[in-house]
T-cell receptor, first 111, second 114 residues
Framework: DAGVIQSPRHEVTEMGQEVTLRCKPI?????LFWYRQTMMRGLELLIY????????DSGMPEDRFSAKMPNASFSTLKIQPSEPRDSAVYFC?????????FGSGTRLTVV | AQKITQTQPGMFVQEKEAVTLDCTYD???????LFWYKQPSSGEMIFLIY????DQQNATEGRYSLNFQKARKSANLVISASQLGDSAMYFC???????????WGAGTKLIIKP
């Protein structure tokens, strides 16, 4: 089991550009979560899916953010257009039974 | 209202000593779970230990144990015989069983001194 796989590990982009973050969940884990971590706000839940269906997207900051899960093995978080305040570490996590397993995160820097 | 409180922003502990990291929580849901995660400087989130609200015994995982005091709504993490590699941020989190979101504390930065 390779765990939750996120790509890229690091992303540096210019303000206004589109950014796409990717996540491959652990097979069989029905829930997938996208979190954002910053020094100021800590860990924030952005959105989560159950069986590929978005359940709660109330944490998505604004319309510039969108997330999809087209199948059980892939999810994306897109920011368009990106802004410097979007700089953060973005985590994807999955849930089976009690345990949440996190990916290594994507460190996004918007300059 | 803040649901998870970690009152220790930072701690310094001598190597080989035991460490207690504090966590208090607030919920009206009778069924919930409490988690501790470790985040080293490399950034990954590592699951340490889980305690269910109906579990009769305190959870233990190797050198980690959870001191669960339900009436006081506290779920402190105890690390026995600390090691240099224990230096990291430690987060307490809660999930109310009425939904699947994890609610996070602000974290405690633990530094183990040689």
């Amino acid at each position: 089991d390779a765990g939750v796989i996120q790509s890229p590990r690091h992303e540096v982009t210019e303000m206004g550009q589109e950014v796409t973050l990717r996540c491959k969940p652990i097979s069989g884990h029905d829930y997938l979560f996208w979190y954002r971590q910053t020094m100021m706000r800590g860990l924030e839940l952005l959105i989560y899916f159950n069986n590929n269906v978005p359940i709660d997207d109330s944490g998505m900051p604004e319309d510039r953010f969108s997330a999809k899960m087209p199948n059980a093995s892939f999810s994306t978080l897109k920011i368009q257009p990106s802004e410097p305040r979007d700089s953060a570490v973005y985590f994807c996590a999955t849930l089976a039974w009690h345990g949440y397993t996190f990916g290594s995160g994507t460190r996004l820097t918007v300059v | 209202a803040q649901k998870i409180t970690q009152t220790q922003p930072g701690m310094f502990v001598q190597e080989k000593e035991a460490v207690t990291l504090d966590c208090t929580y607030d919920t009206s849901d009778p069924s919930y779970g409490l988690f501790w995660y470790k985040q080293p400087s490399s950034g990954e989130m590592i699951f340490l230990i889980y305690q269910g609200s109906y579990d009769q015994q305190n959870a233990t995982e190797g050198r980690y144990s959870l001191n669960f005091q339900k009436a006081r709504k506290s779920a402190n993490l105890v690390i026995s015989a600390s090691q240099l590699g224990d230096s990291a941020m430690y987060f307490c989190a809660m999930r109310e069983d009425s939904n699947y979101q994890l609610i996070w504390g602000a974290g405690t930065k633990l530094i183990i001194k040689p």
